[in-house]
């Protein structure tokens, strides 16, 4: 068996530059996305940091957070 590892923490003495971490990713009503399975879309409703509502055309889907396959166009 195998244990996956914990992520690394920075300590504020260590004399090496904290690792960068990406922003989270925001969107707005009426925002069009592109998601790499459903395609292009627009943002219908958005649950705060939970999940978005998103119109592919012929089918509505609920995208939630991260949002790893879905960008802003």
Request: glycine fraction near 6%; aromatic fraction near 6%.
């Amino acid at each position: 068996m195998t244990k996956s590892a914990a992520p690394r923490r920075h300590l504020p003495t260590s004399p090496f530059k904290a690792p960068v971490t990406p922003p989270p990713k925001q969107f707005a009503v009426d925002d069009q996305v592109t998601h790499d399975m459903y395609g292009l879309g627009r943002v219908i409703d958005i649950e705060e940091g939970i999940a978005v509502l998103v119109d592919f055309g012929p089918v509505r889907e609920r995208i939630p957070s991260p949002y790893a396959k879905m960008s802003k166009l």
